[in-house]
């Protein structure tokens, strides 16, 4: 992956705001963009060198439920401290951007909400 590469996020339904204030009419709360706990510092993002945005969402939504795709660079991550691994696990393809350098809940929110925003930016990626 280089600087320039797509990293594609899939926005859970519940984390998918109507807006009437925003240029978009739905927007992506920043939990799309932090990490939980079950995911270990390591929140899952498909490279997009591998998938397009379309291909990323039909292939995660064979078994779970998203609503669209927000992407951000791997150069978006690193300017704010946060590296991007493509570790192809648990399929060809996957990557992940790093969490464990942030030493507070409150830095995770802060980085997120800075992903979620250069996401919103770039605008849907795709959109179901």
């Not at 280089?2 to 996020?9: A, C, E, F, G, K």
């Not at 401290?81 to 648990?90: H, K, R, S, T, W």
Request: aromatic letters at 10%; glycine letters at 4%; charged letters at 20%.
């Amino acid at each position: 992956m280089n600087s320039d590469t797509l990293l594609h996020r899939q926005v859970h339904p519940d984390f998918v705001q109507q807006s009437d204030v925003s240029s978009q009419v739905f927007e992506a709360s920043s939990a799309a963009f932090k990490p939980t706990p079950k995911d270990a510092n390591k929140l899952s993002v498909y490279n997009g060198e591998k998938f397009t945005a379309k291909a990323a969402f039909d292939h995660f939504t064979t078994q779970y439920a998203s609503r669209g795709v927000l992407s951000v660079t791997v150069n978006e991550c690193t300017t704010i401290g946060l590296n991007a691994v493509e570790d192809n696990n648990p399929f060809d393809g996957h990557a992940y951007i790093d969490f464990s350098s942030c030493t507070s809940e409150n830095q995770k929110k802060v980085k997120a909400k800075l992903l979620k925003n250069s996401a919103l930016k770039r605008g849907w990626s795709y959109f179901q």
